[in-house]
């Protein structure tokens, strides 16, 4: 018997509710390249009325945003952070989000990492994970 903690992604209303209510998202991993998915999610989820601030430590601006290295960089509050990166880089990610004060953690389609998942919800962020921002806007929010 399994007697560690699990993970289990908040329900649908909630969901709704975040993208609802959440609008500044720092995109962790945002590249700048057009073909790149987290490049195709941050410009629709601009188009939808979300405030996008890029973390790329390449990049200086991407969709006419001045992007970040980290989130410990960023100036302004964010609420949502949106994991492009590989699942071993999410607990440093995660670190940083609570420090930032951030709401909540989003890991895309594909990103699981389920201790640096249960951190965060220990800490009070809700966390969204193996999801894509996009794909749940578009079912949920128009």
Aim: net charge neutral.
């Amino acid at each position: 018997m399994n007697d560690s903690p699990q993970h289990t992604n908040p329900p649908d209303h909630e969901i709704r509710r975040i993208l609802q209510t959440y609008k500044k998202v720092a995109v962790v991993g945002l590249s700048s390249n057009p073909s790149r998915t987290s490049h195709c999610v941050a410009r629709y989820l601009q188009g939808q009325g979300f405030k996008i601030i890029p973390v790329n430590p390449k990049e200086t601006e991407i969709l006419g945003e001045k992007a970040y290295p980290d989130l410990n960089s960023i100036p302004e509050k964010f609420e949502i952070v949106d994991i492009f990166r590989r699942p071993e880089h999410v607990p440093a990610i995660v670190d940083q989000a609570i420090k930032a004060g951030a709401k909540v953690i989003w890991m895309q389609e594909g990103v699981v990492n389920r201790d640096a998942a249960i951190k965060a919800s220990e800490s009070g962020l809700t966390v969204v994970m193996d999801r894509c921002m996009w794909k749940e806007c578009r079912i949920l929010c128009e």
